[in-house]
T-cell receptor, first 114, second 115 residues
Framework: DAGVTQSPTHLIKTRGQQVTLRCSPK?????VSWYQQALGQGPQFIFQ???????QRGNFPDRFSGHQYPNYSSELNVNALLLGDSALYLC?????????????FGEGSWLTVV | AQSVTQLGSHVSVSEGALVLLRCNYSSSVPPYLFWYVQYPNQGLQLLLKYTTGATLVKGINGFEAEFKKSETSFHLTKPSAHMSDAAEYFCAVSDLTYNTDKLIFGTGTRLQVFP
């Protein structure tokens, strides 16, 4: 049973560009969340998707947007990239939106903005 | 609003010594608490979690944590450190505001294990 898979694993972008990161949740999971982990910091919640809708959003600007597909896979899009967007982006999935469920994380996508 | 404080950004122990990583939380409701481990250049792996029931929680790799409501703490311990335990450890609390699985993480503690 595959866990949470993310792509790409590493990428380098230039300031002002746009990036799309992809995530496939663990089998049986319908809720997908995205987190940003800056170097030396804990992960910060970006947003969560359930039934193809954004259910909750963290303190991130509108440059960060997402999408969830009918098969529960998800994308994170970041427009107008800034140097400060350089971070590890983690996708997490869980069975449903009930609290206390085990949340599984992917290996992450390392984004470097130059 | 919930929050997590991890005391000590770096902890160093000798192999075979006790590991103690400290975590204090703030929550207006009974919290769900988690410890995750992150090995270099990898994602997060769940070590253990507390939701309800027994306050002493046992996890993988010999780790355990005790939920102490009176102290608002959820410290992580392991009786005997192994070299393979060297990693970054994150304590997290579940934000129950919207009844979702949103996690609020601490800033992490880097554990070094010396031979």
């Amino acid at each position: 049973d595959a866990g949470v898979t993310q792509s790409p694993t590493h990428l380098i972008k230039t300031r002002g560009q746009q990036v799309t990161l992809r995530c496939s949740p663990k089998s049986g999971h319908d809720t997908v969340s995205w987190y940003q982990q800056a170097l030396g910091q804990g992960p910060q919640f970006i947003f969560q998707y359930y039934e193809e809708e954004e259910r909750q959003r963290g303190n991130f600007p509108d440059r960060f947007s997402g999408h969830q597909y009918p098969n529960y896979s998800s994308e994170l899009n970041v427009n107008a990239l800034l140097l400060g967007d350089s971070a590890l982006y983690l996708c997490a999935s869980s069975p449903d939106t009930s609290s206390g469920n085990t949340i599984y994380f992917g290996e992450g996508s390392w984004l470097t903005v130059v | 609003a919930q929050s997590v404080t991890q005391l000590g950004s770096h902890v160093s122990v000798s192999e075979g010594a006790l590991v103690l990583l400290r975590c204090n939380y703030s929550s207006s409701v009974p919290p769900y608490l988690f410890w995750y481990v992150q090995y270099p250049n990898q994602g997060l792996q769940l070590l253990l979690k507390y939701t309800t029931g027994a306050t002493l929680v046992k996890g993988i790799n010999g780790f355990e944590a005790e939920f102490k409501k009176s102290e608002t703490s959820f410290h992580l311990t392991k009786p005997s450190a192994h070299m393979s335990d060297a990693a970054e450890y994150f304590c997290a609390v579940s934000d129950l505001t919207y009844n979702t699985d949103k996690l609020i993480f601490g800033t992490g503690t880097r554990l070094q294990v010396f031979p």
